[in-house]
């Protein structure tokens, strides 16, 4: 069922569809398939294949995101820290984004970088905004770089020191 679904939503081998592709998903998704759960999330945060309604795009990717999956606990944090289908909650999206975060999902890395610049969510943390940016950054995305850069322009040569550690651990902790 999850199959089928990956092949109509993104047309391999049959046309693209995504109302048939919401349909696998659904299926697999209400037996609990954690992938399925997190597509049909997708689904309906954009409207694609059902109507676009962010309170039912919140239960399937939470369901995901219990689950264990790194792009459901991400996009739950998107949607707390945006107001979307919820009310605004910060601390929330600071939850979600540091567990997809923990598994190594850069996006989530950046995003929670930007929660500790900003004070929202957690205290304003500089060495710990550095440290997600940097983590960020050793994938190759130019906005963490970006971000790093800046905030190490207010930062001191001690705290740089620091948050240079922190990533060098977080990295030696999380190797496969």
Request: proline share 3%; aromatic share 12%.
């Amino acid at each position: 069922q999850y199959n089928l679904g990956v092949m109509y939503d993104n047309g391999r081998g049959v046309p693209q569809d995504y109302v048939k592709a919401a349909k696998w998903y659904r299926l697999a998704a209400e037996q609990g398939h954690a992938k399925a759960q997190h597509n049909l999330g997708f689904m309906y945060s954009n409207g694609q294949g059902v109507p676009q309604d962010h309170v039912q795009a919140l239960k399937w990717y939470r369901l995901a995101a219990e689950q264990e999956v790194a792009d459901a606990q991400y996009n739950l944090g998107v949607m707390y820290a945006g107001g979307q289908g919820v009310p605004q909650d910060y601390a929330e999206a600071v939850k979600w984004y540091r567990l997809a975060a923990e598994q190594g999902h850069a996006d989530a890395q950046h995003n929670l970088g930007v929660m500790y610049y900003n004070g929202q969510g957690v205290p304003q943390d500089h060495v710990q905004a550095y440290m997600w940016f940097n983590l960020a950054a050793t994938g190759g995305d130019s906005l963490s770089t970006k971000n790093r850069d800046q905030c190490r322009s207010e930062m001191t040569p001690e705290q740089v020191a620091e948050g240079q550690r922190l990533a060098r651990e977080w990295l030696k902790a999380h190797q496969k």
